[in-house]
């Protein structure tokens, strides 16, 4: 979802809006996937990434490591 173009007021007003209705997505076991992740743009280089996880599939410590992962992947990409 791309924000960028919007002027900063309405891209907040925005952004809070597709997070609420993001993080507020139930589940459905039959038809979705357990984990959900969704990229805003709000800048030429400023993002935003939402991700959720089902319970079944998460716990503190297993999301502890997949941002300690994340983070690791993403200083990789970003120093080359």
Do not use: W
């Amino acid at each position: 979802i791309n924000l960028a173009p919007f002027p900063l007021r309405k891209k907040e007003m925005k952004l809070n809006k597709i997070l609420k209705e993001f993080y507020e997505k139930p589940f459905d076991m039959h038809t979705d996937s357990l984990f959900r992740a969704q990229l805003i743009q709000l800048e030429n280089d400023k993002f935003v990434l939402a991700v959720t996880f089902h319970h079944i599939i998460s716990d503190a410590p297993s999301i502890s490591v997949f941002c300690n992962e994340l983070s690791q992947f993403y200083n990789s990409t970003i120093m080359g």
